[in-house]
């Protein structure tokens, strides 16, 4: 288990470093609270914070709500405070401010170990719960609640001017896979097809049956590169389940974003892009009010804005 301790004294750092080392626990030491904020942002995998309540740039309890803040529901992180003082209201204010336990400084070595167990026990449960409330359960991929939220994170970025583009696809004919091979072999495809999505930059979620999300933080002709490579790809699978060798393709609607524009508009716009691939034939790329350059260079000026979605199949 990673573990962040800050503490200003030296000293401190190196002997309760020692004493969580013992345990086979990997340690960050630090000094002060806004080294430990960047450090636990930038690596995900730290699972537990052990702060000084008496720090010099901030209070070890101010760092707690900090950590607490930056974290969120998004990753377990477990919360120390360590204090040479055990006065009962620093006890209460830790806990308000996002700590989970509370230790003496210096911390009896058996008694941290057994508290760092805890947190182990604690964080890997949080892992699977976070797990499965964040990932579709057939393919691995975020699921669509979870997609939506982080869409919307992406929005709020393309408002300082960063360049975001979402791309909404599914499967050709997916139906008929079902219908001639059996679902359990639909299962197998869209796992397959979630694999290879997975490999792509940027973030990927299964939006419900064989539809899927991508935002990239990048301008849509990057994008469209990104989106034709991946249709190639899929194309070229060779999908083995029950004696069979399945094949698919898949459709693919790209909208950059744009002033005004809410998640439910940028994707809508995609959606549109889809559906004019789908009407266009399939097994290709378009872009919103663009052209498409994928399968046959076919133009297409423009999706309209008072498209459906009938007709994906």
Request: contains cysteine; negative net charge; proline residues 2%.
């Amino acid at each position: 288990m990673q573990i962040v301790l800050v503490d200003p004294s030296r000293t401190v750092r190196r002997i309760v470093g020692e004493l969580i080392q013992q345990g086979g626990n990997e340690i960050c030491p630090l000094s002060n609270g806004d080294e430990a904020l960047t450090y636990i942002k930038n690596n995900p995998e730290v699972r537990a914070l052990i702060t000084c309540a008496e720090l010099e740039t901030m209070s070890g309890i101010e760092l707690c709500r900090q950590a607490r803040a930056l974290v969120g529901s998004r990753r377990p992180l477990y919360i120390l405070l360590m204090s040479s003082s055990d006065e009962q209201d620093r006890l209460v204010q830790a806990l308000d401010n996002g700590a989970d336990d509370f230790i003496c400084k210096p911390p009896i070595a058996e008694e941290l170990r057994a508290r760092l167990r805890t947190a182990e026990r604690v964080t890997t449960m949080q892992n699977e719960l976070f797990r499965y409330a964040t990932t579709d359960f057939l393919t691995g991929l975020l699921n669509r609640r979870v997609f939506f939220d982080r869409a919307g994170e992406a929005c709020e970025r393309a408002k300082t001017g960063n360049a975001v583009t979402a791309t909404i696809f599914d499967l050709d004919h997916f139906k008929q896979i079902n219908d001639t091979h059996g679902h359990g072999v639909g299962d197998a495809v869209l796992r397959s097809v979630a694999a290879e999505a997975a490999l792509l930059e940027g973030l990927v979620g299964r939006l419900g049956g064989e539809e899927f999300g991508i935002i990239v933080d990048a301008p849509v002709s990057d994008a469209f590169e990104i989106a034709e490579s991946f249709r190639r790809a899929i194309g070229e699978l060779k999908i083995h389940a029950d004696n069979k060798v399945v094949e698919v393709t898949c459709s693919l609607g790209l909208a950059e974003w744009e002033d005004g524009d809410s998640v439910d508009s940028l994707l809508r716009r995609a959606d549109m892009a889809l559906y004019e691939a789908k009407r266009a034939g399939r097994d290709r790329v378009i872009a919103a009010d663009t052209y498409s350059i994928s399968k046959g260079h076919e133009n297409w000026q423009g999706v309209s804005r008072q498209s459906t979605r009938r007709g994906k199949q």
